[in-house]
């Protein structure tokens, strides 16, 4: 089976869908008689590509955004007519339009955040979201949701059959190149904490978690620091004004992006991970986190309490005094911590990209034949 792969997000330092993106390529690589052909309108990033040795790249070097736009409605469907692809994937709530009439195709939905949470997103980012969903879900021979609260939120909003629809949940990957304390020392970590791991933007709900963080008496400050990881992203969320302002540098490390090694090393040692979304369509940072045996705290809307399962304790985001409690809780409550991070080997039994992939090969092969049986 020849797959071809919108995968544009392989081109950009990886976050949440193209983490995802990546890993279901390299399990779907492992899967009998299929040959992965990704398409890119920018070089894929160079580990990306090393990590995928057997998939077939095609990639240009339009970096604009207005010309990604039109390298997805131009070179890439071309590229899947002449490879001749048995079938197009597209892992990031778009399919191109101009595809060939008779090749099948599938869309992933990871999330509503435009009808959700859309005063969270960049104006741009919402219309093309509002715009683009639409056409590929109706456009798509199938459409995969990665949570069950997504799939609703889908039916709801589309109307689209349940026949249509199947919810593939995202895997778990393995721990892997965790380095000692001393790593984290390096970076003034020297002493417990808990972790924030997401982009700075609005929809990740930091400013509400850093305030109910300074309400906190100074003993349980005293007790676990909080650790920030994640790229810039939008809103013009001032890390460091707000950090000062609430009088917290001495318990707070903004540590920006950084690499698999020190993610997995800061999971890992972390006494809980802390997620207060405003809406998540999966939250793949809890099942990061969960795989190193660490406990969550989380929202109590969207899917996260889907995905957290009874490995965290749920918070309403938008209330700081939720927040405040939760975090009050997680960080005294030792007997509780160790009872929750106890039930996250059971709970991540559900998360398999081995699993996904074969899933996601099932949907490739029930549409195919369809087609022809058509």
């Known amino acids: 089976m020849k797959i071809g792969v919108d995968a544009r997000l392989l081109s950009r330092p990886l976050t949440g869908i193209g983490r995802y993106t990546l890993e279901m390529c390299r399990a779907l690589s492992n899967e009998p008689n299929v040959s992965l052909y990704l ?32 390298w997805g409605e131009s070179y890439l469907p071309l590229w899947a007519k002449k490879d001749e692809v048995d079938v197009f994937w597209g892992p990031a709530h778009r399919l191109p339009r101009c595809l060939p009439g008779t090749m099948p195709r599938v869309v992933t939905i990871h999330d509503l955040v435009w009808k959700y949470a859309g005063s969270t997103m960049r104006p741009l980012s919402r219309l093309l979201e509002r715009y683009q969903m639409p056409v590929a ?7 995969v949701a990665v949570s069950k609260a997504t799939a609703d939120a889908v039916k709801e909003e589309f109307f689209i059959s349940s026949n249509k629809l199947s919810v593939i949940l995202s895997g778990a990957s393995l721990p892997k190149g965790v380095s000692s304390g001393v790593v984290l020392q390096q970076k003034s970590i020297d002493r417990p904490y808990f972790l924030f791991v997401g982009t700075l933007e609005p929809r990740k709900n930091l400013i509400r978690l850093l305030t109910a963080y300074s309400l906190l008496g100074e003993s349980l400050k005293d ?12 809103g013009g969320i001032d890390l460091n004004d707000t950090v000062s302002g609430l009088g917290l540098r001495k318990y707070v490390r903004v540590l920006g992006y950084v690499d ?11 006494l809980f991970l802390a997620m207060p979304s405003l809406y ?24 996260m309490p889907e995905v957290a399962g009874n490995a965290g304790l749920l918070i309403h985001p938008f209330a700081i005094p939720s927040i405040k ?21 059971e709970n991540i039994t559900r998360f398999s990209w081995t699993t996904a992939a074969k899933q996601l090969v099932s949907v490739f092969e029930k549409i195919i034949s369809a087609r022809k049986n058509g």
């Open 39 to 70: 398409y890119s309108p920018e070089p894929i990033q160079t580990d990306v590509a090393l990590s995928l040795p057997s998939a077939n790249i095609r990639t240009k070097n339009w970096n604009n955004g207005l010309f990604r736009q039109l």
């Open 137 to 143: 879900v109706h456009a798509a021979d199938a459409v």
């Open 223 to 234: 007790q676990a620091m909080l650790v920030i990881a994640g790229g810039k992203g939008w």
């Open 260 to 270: 698999e090694t020190m993610l997995a090393s800061l999971y890992a040692n972390a």
């Open 280 to 303: 998540e369509g999966f939250g793949l940072p809890l099942v990061e986190a969960m795989v190193h045996g660490t406990p969550v705290l989380t929202s109590d809307n969207s899917s």
């Open 325 to 345: 409690n939760g975090l009050e809780t997680l960080i005294a409550n030792n007997d509780l911590r160790r009872n929750l991070a106890g039930n996250t080997r």
